[in-house]
Every structure is written in structure tokens, then in C-alpha cells.
């Protein structure tokens, strides 16, 4: 096979190397020259290191023997240094690993021109079998045609530089600089015994406030670097570097840019590296990514090379995209972080260090205590004493083996155990509104299971307000009995509290129940649906009518009458469902809202009438028990409910004397388009915690203890609402318990002799954190979360 590579960067040239291997012939041009290179270290995890040995054990050798490795990362806040280890990179200098790989192609007799562009694309597409760019993320190939790899940048909002310095670092470090006008956050590592690559990264706005976008237009000379900023940073930052220097090297203010592709070939055209995707630097590297692409490429070559180019090609997106995608995500996650550092800037140092190393969501409060446990344990301690000196030793407690997940939390007068929520899922269970025995089980078992609070499922308010024929109620007295046996039931037995959920269908009403045909309209015996505008859900959903002033005042009276049976019935805390699509949900976003009355325009008219009922439900509740919102933060649809309308949302709901926020996505359009992944809705919660300061409960592909205990401790949310894995175990609390070797969270007396597993190999409690790539996951194709209410 011919083959063409456009760009001699790390990745074209490690393509160039395994496709001769492979007994290929090969051409790479490279516009600039030999010696030529920006930026300085390149870090590469153990993981990845293990896969240049077997695919080309020469090069390989030659890296290793240059390489600086570490396994500590510091962070440097507030005064204090916080360290953790057990982490294992290794880092090279830019310019030795081009000449490595570059000498390592020419040996094996690839042909490689530099100081050249490459020919026109359409002669390369002609004259060869393969064309590989490789040409970065500004691609001129991509960019040709970017319609037909679907292409979409996304500029985000840090500004940063890549510099170098003669203070060689002993760990991946974090400096975390306060300034009057922001956070500036530095990025280290060392790359040979010498150096260390000196990243300095800021927010635009703090950017501009500092006068750093001074060369901003300016067309500095190829080469040329951005002085005078780069003279201020020796001051800002003259106590990290002391006596030392920075070097700059084409070194000039960059705007990060995501780059995701559809498609990654056109043709006999791919993509690699750059070109086809990007991961912020703060997870590794853009080479690491590119010569992962390339070994992917040459092993589709070499087992479906005989099936033809496109064989190839396809195999090798199918292999490598799930992997870019979760790496993809995780940077996604460690990017927004940093975007939003001035958020956390506040936490205790240690609270601060634990959320920073575990801001990807790929490691995890178990994943870091078995690289360092001391280290966790100190945060533990921390963050139950929270006067723990930073830079003393902190000394071990019982406090330090409670996992945070354990730790009890206080709404209102309500003390909850433990952190962790049964969340609300509809089980189309009841018979005209009525529940039985099946509720007693399902929410009695799960009351003694061990979690802090267990959620009905939504509640409806009046019969039109069903979502199918089969969902529970609280509109008419004779359902209040069955209410009332189950919160008795939880009260007697066990130490969790138990929550009511009252919401009404809107649009999303008049449907099958879930197992036979989700959102499916009934086939007859419809009732009328309301909404704030005439948009049915789907075309196969019957058009709501638009309600009226008079409807509004019917429905919110509808939610007081529910609530007073609510308390009637025992429930120590009331929830009101505004998230989903649902009726009140449906008034909040624009996409469903289309009113040119009060309660249509912006966001406050458009939660003029839910926050009225939530008004109401707050008068009518018990003063002393407290009061929940479940929203949803974004509608996954460009045009619709964003997360800066759930912080606004947020605050009024805080004005309005709600206890706390239940913060879900999603489900509001049936177009769409969520970033499903592990806790994929916990940085909503996040946000709304941190900049509102109200309570938040986080939910969403939480499925794990470790996820409850990173989640808490991280100061992400304050409570973690799991539905599936109580689907699967209604005592998943108590084996999580078990799982992690605490025994403050008591088992009811019944089943007390059997906290200690078998011994005879038939109970295995003890489980290793997932790997990365199963963990980070995101969901089979076609998953929706349509149960969980």
C-alpha cells in the first residue's frame, strides 16, 4: 500500500514507523524544519509506555532512556502543600522525542521531506492508496472539506501559555496564584534533568484584567514570543521560581479548542491526533493521543488491510472512538474545572487538593487511596473536623475510616444518617391512584437498607395530572392510607426518612405504562392534557391544551391539596417536581414555554407560575420539615433551559425558602442530545452548590460507592441520589457499608447477623475500582433514563 502523511509531528511520524514495519511504502511532508518544535514536555502515562514497547520496542528503548519520571503530584494553595503520590508519569522533552521517532522512520526507510507542504489534496487522494493527516488542529486536510468529517470546534474560555524553566520540579505540580482580578493556575512538570514545562493558564476575564491581551491583533513575527507578558509572569511569579528562569519558545497566549469530528475519514482520507480530536492538557497529552491513534491504524491496516481501505478505516474508528470519546470526556471535565477554579478557591487545602486530582471523574476517592492512602485519610479527617492544620500532620481518627458518604447532613430540622438518596422511580404500580402491598415492599425493603433518605416516586396530583393509568396519587383521601402504611413501615424499621415527590404529568401525560411502550400515547380512554403552550411531546402525543389563568389557579390548589395529605401521611420532607418536561418543568424552558403573557418571555416570568405553586406547597407544608425542587439543568438542546438558567433558577428557588435542590437534566425534548458519562449530571449540582450556596442533591449515573464518597468529599454536592443500583440492590447502603469496612451505619436488628459476609467464597464484598474506560462509560446506545422520575 502507498501512503501519504500529512504532518511529522509525534503522531505521523509513529505512523510513518509501525506502516513500514508493517512493509508499506510511506511519504511524510512536514512544513517545518527538522529541528523545528513549540512547546517543550511531552508526559506519558505507564499505561501508554506499555504499548510502545510491544509495537516498536526500538523506539521505545530510545524514549525510555531520556525520559524524567515521577509519581507525586503537589498542589501548592493558600500556603500550603499537599502531595499525593502513588500516581506514575514519565515526561521527554518535545524536541528529543521528534528526533527520536524521526530518526527511527528514516532507519526503517520512510521518506520523509520537511521545510514542505504537502500536494494538493486531491492529487494525493489520486496518487495514493491511504492519506493520513496528521496536520494538527488547525488541519488544512480536515479543514478543506469539514463537512464531510462533521467537524465542530469548540473555543473555550481559559487563555494560556506554554513555557519552560530551569527549576526542575520533583512531582506534577499545581500552583494555584491568587490575584486581585482572579485565579492564574501554573502547570508543571519536569521533562529531563534541567527543565520543567511551565504552563501558565488563567480565565479570560482574568486575563484581560491583567492586561495579559495587550498582543491580542497583534501580528508578532513567525517565532516570536509574547515578551511582555511573559516579563510580568517573573514577577507574578517570582516566589514559585526563586532564582530561576523561564524560557520561552514561539510562546504565545492560546485559546483552547475541542475538536470533535463525526466522521474521522472521508474516502481513503483519515484523520489522527489533532486533527480528528483534542484533550485539554491537563490530562496528558495531545502526542500521547496521536500515537495511540497510530498504533490503532496500523493494526486495522494489518487485520483488514485485505478487505480494502475502507475495511481498514472503519475498523480503526470503531476501535479507537470509544476510547477518545471517554478520554475526551474526561478532559471535557478536568477543562470546565479549571474554566471555573474561582469557584473552589475558598475549600479547605486538602478538600481543594482531593477535588482538583479528582476533577476528571476518572480517579476516585478509591482509586486515590490505593495510590495514597495516607493522603485521603487526611482529607477524610479534614473534612469531618475541618480545623485540621494544612500544613501540620494530621492525626488519625475514626473519623479518618468513615467514609465520607457516612457522614450525617442536617436540611432544616430533617437529620438524614448518611448521604446517600433512593432516588425517586416510578413503578406504575398503583390502581386508580391507590397503592398496595407492591409500594410496601419496594420502598419498605429500601427503607431498611441503609440509605438516608428514600424518595417516592412522583406523586400525582390529580388524576389528569398521571403520567400512565398506573401512577400513585395524592388527589382523593382513600389514597392516603397506603401512603401512610409505608411511611410507618420506614419510620419503624431502620433509621432512613422517607420523602414525597408531588408533580403532574403536563404534556407527558396520557401514556402506557413504561414496559409497554415508553412516552407511547394509550390506545384509548385518553384524558385531556394541559400545558403552558398547545406542543404536544412527540407527533404521535396528543397537542396539550394551553392552560389558563383559571387551570393554573385549579392545578396550584391541586399541589396545596396533595401536600396537606402528604404530611397527613408522615413524609418528612416534600419535594415538588419541577424537572422532565413535567407541567412546571415545562413552563421553565423556552423550548415548550412559547406564551406572550406574564408567564412567558424570560426566565423570571417563565418561573412566575411554578414558583407560585411552590409557594403554596410551602405554606401548606409543616414549617418544620423541609422542602425540595428537582429541576432539571439543561435541556441537552441548543435554544433551551441552560445551566446558567438553573443557577438563576437556583437562586430564586433560595428566595422562595426552598431547602435544597434535587438537580437532574434532561428529558424536556424529545431532541435532546445528553453527554452521558460517569455522574454526567454532577457538575450541575456543582455549580448550583458552590455559586447559589443552597444544598444540592446530585444524581445521574451515580452507581458506585466510590462515586457517593468522591462526590461528598469533593464538595460537589451534599447528598447522592442513586436509582438503578437500589433497582438492583435495595440494600446497596448497607453493602457498601460492608464493602468498605464501616460499621457506625447499624442494620436493623432482624438481619444483624448478617452484616459479615459468607466465608465459603459465596458473597464477595470486597471489589477493586473499575478500570478507567468501563467506569467512564457512557451508556448502550438507546439508554434513556426514562424510570427515574
Not at 504499548?51 to 500556603?79: C, L, N
Not at 406504575?428 to 427503607?447: C, K, P, Q, T
Not at 401536600?563 to 401521611?569: D, G, K, L, P, S
Amino acid at each position: 500500500m502507498r501512503i501519504a502523511v500529512c504532518g511529522g509531528g509525534p503522531g505521523g511520524l509513529y505512523s510513518a514507523i509501525l506502516l513500514r514495519k508493517l512493509g508499506h511504502e510511506v511519504d511524510v511532508w512536514e512544513r517545518n524544519a527538522a529541528d523545528d518544535t513549540f512547546g517543550f514536555g511531552v508526559v506519558f502515562s505507564d499505561e501508554t509506555m506499555s504499548a510502545f514497547e510491544v509495537s516498536d520496542p526500538p523506539s521505545f528503548q530510545r524514549i525510555v532512556e531520556r525520559f524524567a519520571s515521577w509519581t507525586d503530584i503537589d498542589v501548592h494553595y493558600r500556603g500550603a502543600t499537599l502531595r499525593s503520590g502513588g500516581h506514575g508519569f514519565s515526561a521527554l522533552s518535545r524536541k528529543v522525542l521528534l528526533g527520536i521517532l524521526q530518526e527511527r522512520a528514516v532507519e526503517l526507510g520512510a521518506a520523509v521531506a520537511f521545510c514542505s507542504e504537502h500536494p494538493p489534496l486531491e492529487q494525493l487522494r489520486r496518487d495514493y492508496d491511504l492519506v493520513i493527516a496528521s496536520d494538527g488542529v488547525n488541519s488544512g486536510v480536515r479543514n478543506a472539506s469539514p463537512e464531510a468529517f462533521g467537524a465542530t470546534l469548540d473555543p473555550r474560555k481559559c487563555r494560556f501559555m506554554w513555557l519552560s524553566t530551569d527549576l526542575v520540579f520533583d512531582a506534577f505540580t499545581f500552583h494555584i496564584v491568587e490575584t486581585e482580578h482572579g485565579v492564574v493556575q501554573i502547570h508543571g512538570y519536569p521533562y529531563d534533568d534541567q527543565h520543567s514545562t511551565f504552563i501558565v493558564e488563567t480565565h479570560e476575564d482574568t486575563w484581560r484584567a491583567l492586561g495579559w491581551d495587550a498582543a491580542e491583533g497583534v501580528d508578532l513575527p513567525p517565532g516570536a514570543s509574547d515578551e511582555a507578558s511573559i516579563d510580568s509572569f517573573r514577577t507574578l511569579f517570582a516566589p514559585i521560581l526563586g532564582d530561576h528562569e523561564l524560557f520561552a519558545n514561539n510562546s504565545k497566549w492560546l485559546q483552547f479548542n475541542t475538536v470533535r469530528n463525526e466522521r474521522w475519514h472521508d474516502g481513503n482520507v483519515v484523520l489522527l491526533g489533532d486533527a480528528a480530536h483534542t484533550a485539554h492538557f491537563s490530562i496528558g497529552s495531545g502526542t500521547k493521543l496521536a500515537m495511540e491513534d497510530a498504533i490503532a491504524l496500523a493494526w486495522a491496516i494489518h487485520d483488514h488491510g485485505d478487505d480494502g481501505v475502507d475495511a481498514a478505516l472503519a475498523a480503526y474508528e470503531a476501535d479507537r472512538r470509544p476510547v477518545v470519546a471517554s478520554t475526551q470526556r474526561a478532559a471535557q471535565a478536568s477543562l470546565e474545572w479549571f474554566e471555573e477554579i474561582g469557584r473552589y478557591v475558598g475549600q479547605p487545602p486538602r478538600q481543594f487538593a482531593f477535588n482538583l486530582l479528582t476533577r476528571s471523574r476518572r480517579i476516585t476517592y478509591d482509586n486515590l487511596r490505593l495510590r495514597d492512602e495516607g493522603f485521603v485519610d487526611e482529607v477524610d479527617v479534614e473534612f469531618v473536623h475541618g480545623d485540621a492544620s494544612a500544613n501540620g500532620s494530621v492525626a488519625a481518627t475514626d473519623a479518618g475510616h468513615r467514609p465520607p458518604m457516612f457522614l450525617p447532613f442536617r436540611i432544616g430540622d430533617l437529620e438524614l444518617a448518611n448521604r446517600v438518596v433512593v432516588a425517586p422511580m416510578d413503578m406504575y404500580s398503583a390502581v386508580d391512584g391507590v397503592i398496595g402491598d407492591f409500594h410496601l415492599v419496594h420502598l419498605g425493603s429500601r427503607g431498611i437498607g441503609g440509605a438516608g433518605l428514600v424518595m417516592s416516586e412522583m406523586i400525582c396530583v390529580s388524576a389528569q395530572g398521571r403520567i400512565t393509568p398506573g401512577c400513585a396519587g395524592l388527589y382523593r383521601d382513600d389514597q392516603v392510607p397506603g401512603w401512610k402504611r409505608v411511611v410507618d413501615f420506614v419510620h419503624a424499621h431502620g433509621g432512613a426518612k422517607i420523602g414525597c415527590q408531588l408533580g403532574h404529568s403536563g404534556r407527558k401525560g396520557s401514556t402506557k405504562l413504561l414496559w409497554e411502550g415508553s412516552d407511547e400515547p394509550l390506545d384509548g380512554d385518553n384524558w385531556e392534557l394541559v400545558a403552558p403552550s398547545p406542543i404536544a411531546w412527540s407527533p404521535r402525543n396528543q397537542v396539550p391544551q394551553e392552560i389558563d389563568r383559571a387551570g393554573m389557579d385549579r392545578i396550584r390548589d391541586e399541589f396545596v391539596a396533595a401536600t396537606r395529605r402528604a404530611a397527613e401521611a408522615g413524609f418528612d420532607l416534600l419535594e415538588v417536581h419541577l424537572a422532565h418536561g413535567y407541567l412546571l418543568s415545562s413552563f421553565l424552558s423556552p423550548l415548550t414555554n412559547r406564551r406572550t403573557d406574564e408567564y412567558g418571555g424570560d426566565l423570571a416570568s417563565r418561573a412566575r407560575f411554578p414558583l407560585e405553586v411552590v409557594d403554596a406547597c410551602r405554606a401548606a407544608w409543616p414549617a418544620g420539615r423541609p422542602l425540595s425542587v428537582r429541576i432539571s439543568a439543561t435541556d441537552w438542546v441548543d435554544g433551551g433551559f441552560t445551566g446558567d438558567d438553573a443557577v438563576e433558577l437556583a437562586r430564586l428557588l433560595q428566595q422562595h425558602d426552598v431547602d435544597i435542590v434535587h438537580v437532574s437534566t434532561g428529558q424536556v425534548s424529545a431532541d435532546q442530545r445528553p453527554e452521558y458519562g460517569r455522574s454526567y449530571q454532577t457538575p450541575f449540582a456543582d455549580r448550583i452548590r458552590h455559586e447559589v450556596g443552597i444544598p444540592t442533591i446530585a444524581v445521574g449515573a451515580i452507581s458506585s460507592a466510590e462515586d457517593v464518597n468522591t462526590t461528598v468529599l469533593a464538595g460537589r454536592a451534599d447528598l447522592c441520589a442513586l436509582g438503578r443500583p437500589h433497582l438492583y440492590d435495595p440494600h446497596w447502603t448497607l453493602h457498601a457499608q460492608a464493602q468498605q469496612g464501616y460499621r457506625g451505619n447499624p442494620w436493623i436488628p432482624q438481619y444483624r447477623s448478617g452484616r459479615r459476609p459468607p466465608n465459603d467464597g459465596t458473597l464477595a464484598i470486597k471489589t477493586e475500582p473499575r478500570p478507567f474506560e468501563e467506569s467512564d462509560a457512557a451508556p448502550t446506545v438507546g439508554w434513556r433514563p426514562v424510570a427515574t422520575r
